[in-house]
Nanobody, 126 residues
Framework: VQLQASGGGLVQAGGSLRLSCAAS????????MGWFRQAPGKEREFVAA?????????LYADSAKGRFTISRDGAKNTVYLQLNSLFPEDTGVYYC???????????????????WGQGTLVTVSS
């Protein structure tokens, strides 16, 4: 399994970025794709998740609601994370991850995910 995250960069507060996660080799049992982020000196935290194969259910961290949008393109095996109205506290490395069967609260936990990408750095300047 390979998850290739891209799209990070330096942006001013209030700006936008679109992150992509290109997936290959995902097992047929893959159920959820998620985005997490990790700021320097902090633990990895949940950002958003989306059902991968069935339906279009999404899940967001409170900090992401109304500003970030997760989506997927099944034909391209790619998950996106649109980041709008960015704050300096959104700075961090953003990781995509895949899981077979998490649901609800379980999808908010990094330990639930089986495969991880290498991360892409988002830096928001004030």
């Amino acid at each position: 399994v390979q998850l290739q995250a891209s799209g990070g960069g330096l942006v001013q507060a209030g700006g936008s970025l679109r992150l992509s996660c290109a997936a290959s080799g995902l097992p047929p049992s893959t159920g959820v794709m998620g985005w997490f982020r990790q700021a320097p000196g902090k633990e990895r935290e949940f950002v958003a998740a989306i059902k991968w194969r069935a339906g279009s259910g999404t899940l967001y961290a409170d900090s992401a609601k109304g500003r970030f949008t997760i989506s997927r393109d099944g034909a391209k095996n790619t998950v996106y994370l649109q980041l709008n109205s960015l704050f300096p506290e959104d700075t961090g490395v953003y990781y995509c991850a895949s899981d077979n069967s998490c649901s609800g609260y379980g999808c908010r936990r990094a330990i639930s995910y089986d495969y991880w990408g290498q991360g892409t750095l988002v830096t928001v300047s004030s």
